[in-house]
């Protein structure tokens, strides 16, 4: 097999890998209000639940991303899934609160070693239409986040319990993870058998360290947005606007609806535009978008309020990728694809809890437009950031 035939296969399977492992991303939060029912849990303690997947997410993702630069993806990525789809099989047999939290923490490590080592892996392989590549590989996701929560409200809604639901959604992982790392062997790589010279251009120059420091602080600014009010949706419907818990989960899938299409044009845009520019559009139109959205009152209008969210959401996440890749050695794409992802992470895994606090004190409402604050910091980084290219003469796309 040729390398570009290998290259457009390995795009297939991480594509229909990305479907699934957004999986583990979105089950807490679509079944939360049944998970905090059943164990009688506050706004803090349900978003607690969030944050723990998120933790342990972020802090494998720079490992696994560390891992993958060195040593190859094929064992850490298809390994991840294993271990992700049995921590959901224990979730699923839980009996206690503290028992839950500590076996969703297993979810989150398996689940961080997906993105950075993926990424690294499209980036190194596609050096042309890199936006199309990773818009692709986003739609995947939301592909499968969209059908996932499809299955999960139609379940909810046939009554069956959320261990029920974690119990089925484990088995397509395992099912995965064997074929994943059978279709992984083309593209190993192992950091020892690059050239003295190619590893030397691996590190950063003081110029470029200066704008991941500035794109890092921007990024993980609109995190906390994102992040709360993405994952406090389910909880919002059903209890600030009145939704049943098998409708709440409908109305998830419109965001996710929303984030196909923000990674189907953000992924061809950023192959003719500015990545910042596009990043800049998605964060500003974000703002007015949440506010409507906790005003709003017509399902209709909270289903196209939700849509549009989405791709504000989604379309982030190409133009990121392909700034990192342009900007940063692919020798070291691993790593700062990790670094990113677990920064961002980490700090989005406070942004749930945040949330539920100023819930609990606040009201679900007004916690949720707050949380559109941190996207005007996000986007006068941004905006600095677009001004000093413009200055340079430089177009990082």
């Excluded at 042309?128 to 139609?154: C, K, Q």
């Excluded at 003295?196 to 420091?213: G, M, N, V, Y």
């Excluded at 909270?302 to 392909?322: E, H, K, R, T, W």
Aim: glycine share 8%; charged share 10%; with cysteine.
């Amino acid at each position: 097999m040729s390398r570009k035939d290998a290259a457009v296969n390995i795009l297939r399977i991480t594509s229909f890998g990305h479907a699934l492992s957004d999986m583990y991303w979105l089950i807490f939060p679509i079944l939360l209000p049944l998970i905090k029912k059943e164990f009688s849990l506050s706004y803090t303690q349900a978003g607690l639940l969030i944050t723990a997947v998120s933790v342990t997410t972020g802090l494998g993702s720079f490992i696994s991303g560390y891992l993958s630069d060195r040593f190859g993806q094929r064992i850490i990525l298809s390994g991840g899934f294993l271990i992700a789809s049995l921590a959901l099989i224990l979730c699923a047999n839980t009996s206690f609160y503290w028992q839950l939290l500590l076996a969703s923490l297993l979810v989150g490590a398996g689940a961080s070693t997906f993105h950075p080592g993926t990424i690294a892996l499209l980036m190194n392989l596609f050096s042309e239409r890199r936006g199309r590549v990773l818009g692709t590989f986003m739609l995947s996701g939301w592909i499968g986040a969209a059908v996932m929560l499809t299955g999960v409200s139609y379940l909810a809604g046939r009554m069956l319990s959320w261990r029920q639901i974690f119990f089925i959604l484990a088995w397509p992982g395992l099912i995965f993870a064997p074929f994943f790392f059978r279709s992984l062997r083309f593209p190993i790589r192992k950091r020892e058998s690059h050239p003295q010279t190619e590893l030397e251009s691996a590190h950063l120059s003081r110029d470029t360290l200066f704008l991941l420091i500035i794109f890092f602080a921007a990024n993980l600014t609109l995190t906390i947005s994102f992040y709360g009010v993405y994952n406090f949706i389910p909880t919002f419907m059903v209890h600030a606007k009145d939704i049943s818990v098998g409708k709440a989960g409908y109305f998830y899938i419109f965001a996710a609806t929303g984030g196909m299409i923000g990674s189907f044009f953000s992924g061809r845009l950023v192959d003719r535009f500015s990545s910042l520019l596009v990043i800049l559009m998605a964060t500003v139109i974000a703002i007015p978008i949440i506010l409507l959205l906790t005003l709003a009152t017509n399902p209709i209008n909270l289903a196209l309020l939700l849509i549009l969210f989405g791709i504000c959401y989604s379309s982030v996440f190409p133009p990121q990728n392909v700034y990192l890749a342009n900007l940063v050695s692919s020798y070291a794409l691993g790593k700062t694809y990790g670094l990113i992802q677990c920064l961002s992470i980490l700090v989005g895994a406070a942004a749930p809890g945040i949330m539920g606090l100023l819930a609990d004190n606040l009201g679900l409402i007004s916690a949720l437009q707050l949380g559109a604050i941190p996207l005007l910091l996000a986007g006068a980084l941004f905006i600095y950031l677009r001004t000093r290219d413009s200055l340079a003469g430089t177009k990082l796309v």
